[in-house]
Structures are given as C-alpha cells and as structure tokens.
C-alpha cells in the first residue's frame, strides 16, 4: 500500500492506519486462498501414494483398493423428500455426509487395520451453493444415525462455507482429530510488517509511505484416508 505523506497528515480519524492494520488480516485470506486451490485440485495432484489425492484406486500392502471419491445417487437414497444434486433435499444432504464419514472410518493401513476406528471429529467443506442445505442438515439432530456408527458415541461435525470452491454438486469431509492432517500448512516465517516509512529515502524521493506484509509459507497433502470428496449425482 502506498499513501501520500499529506493524506497521512490529513488523516485524523486514522483510516489510512487501519488500512494498513488489514494487511495482516489478508494473511488469513492468504491461507484460505492456499488450501483451497489445494482442495479444488484435489482429483488431479499427485500425493504420497503416487496416486491422485481423491482417487478411487488407492493401494497399499494388504489394504485392497480404497476409494476417497465417491459418489452419492441421491436419488436411490431412503428418504421422503428428493432434490438434485445441486439443490438436495436436507435428508439427501445427511445421508451424504454420513456417507463421507462412513468411508473415512472405514479405511484401513498396508496391514489391512482399521485407521480411522477412533475418529470422532469431522469437518465438512461446502461450495457456496450448498451451504444453506448443508447448514439445515446439520443442525437437525442426526445422533441416532451417527451413534450406530460410532458404537454408541456421538460424532462432531463442523460445517465450512468455503465461497472459493467452485463446485456445484460436490463438497469435502476430512477427519479432524487424528495426528497426522489430510492437509498441511508450511509455514517458514511468522508474518511481518514492512515500511518504507517516516525519515526513509522513498519519503524523500516521493513524498509518501508504501507498507507491506511478508511471509514464506506454502500447504501440502497429507494422509488421503483422512478425506473424502462426495459427489452427488
């Protein structure tokens, strides 16, 4: 951001301030920015496996083959009320979810052992189009379901509106309280405020201000049977 020294001498409310003071909050946008184009290229980028990160063919040892990608025909679903699958119905939108959740704790290792028996805490990660049915789904008591699922406990399930994810049938579920992330930030810097500011040789040659934010950082894949992504069709 560059500011006129005069603007900045006429500013006596202190906006120009608090713009600045923004450029750190776009920092979070930044991370939001990073792990969504992840996710959004999810079905092409390659992970440890050598494997698409949702792929429908992963392997290893004795797992057999695993899928991360799946798809939900909401219309052979038992439930009242039918929709499409860019506008379901809230019944449609649960018995999606719990089929996310289903195939994340059904995953096994290379020795053909549960992974995920423990898992208890799940965020769904919806395009915007999908928020609202997403939302309504999830605030309607489903424990009965999850409960037969979970041995007689209650799952956790957070919804994510994410306006960056461009899809339109589609969203993510991902295990949250295992150890090892289905997606990783990198972060090799904390971030800092940079300025060529007050008594500086840019004030002298310009006769104004420029500030910034830095950092080095970057997001990876993860563990793939921490995520699945379903689409409806």
């Given at each position: 951001i560059?500011?006129?020294?005069k603007?900045m ?23 939001a ?6 996710i ?12 698409y ?92 379901a ?10 956790k399930?957070?919804l ?12 993510v ?5 295992g150890?090892t ?36 950082r ?9 995520a699945?992504?379903?689409?409806l069709?």
């Amino acid at each position: 951001i560059e500011v006129a020294t005069k603007d900045m001498r006429r500013d006596k409310s202190g906006q120009v301030m608090l713009r600045i003071a923004e450029l750190a909050d776009r920092t979070n946008s930044h991370w939001a920015s990073l792990l969504s184009t992840l996710i959004s290229n999810g079905e092409t980028l390659v992970c440890y496996d050598t494997q698409y990160f949702f792929d429908t063919d992963h392997e290893e040892g004795e797992s057999g083959v695993q899928s991360n990608k799946i798809d939900v025909d909401i219309s052979a679903l038992p439930v009242e009320v039918h929709g499409t699958p860019t506008v379901p119905s809230v019944a449609e939108m649960q018995q999606a979810i719990l089929q996310g959740v289903n195939q994340i704790v059904g995953f096994v290792d290379d020795q053909g052992e549960p992974m995920n028996e423990g898992a208890m805490e799940f965020l769904v990660i919806v395009p915007t189009g999908l928020s609202m049915v997403a939302r309504d789904a999830l605030s309607v008591q489903i424990g009965t379901a999850l409960e037969q699922r979970a041995a007689g406990s209650d799952f956790k399930l957070t919804l994510a509106q994410n306006p960056r994810l461009k899809w339109t049938d589609k969203f993510v579920v991902i295990r949250t309280d295992g150890r090892t992330k289905p997606l990783i930030r990198q972060s090799e810097t904390d971030v800092q405020l940079k300025a060529k500011a007050e008594g500086s040789e840019y004030e002298f040659d310009n006769d104004a201000h420029q500030y910034g934010v830095d950092t080095w950082r970057n997001v990876g894949l993860g563990l793939w049977q921490h995520a699945v992504l379903v689409k409806l069709v």
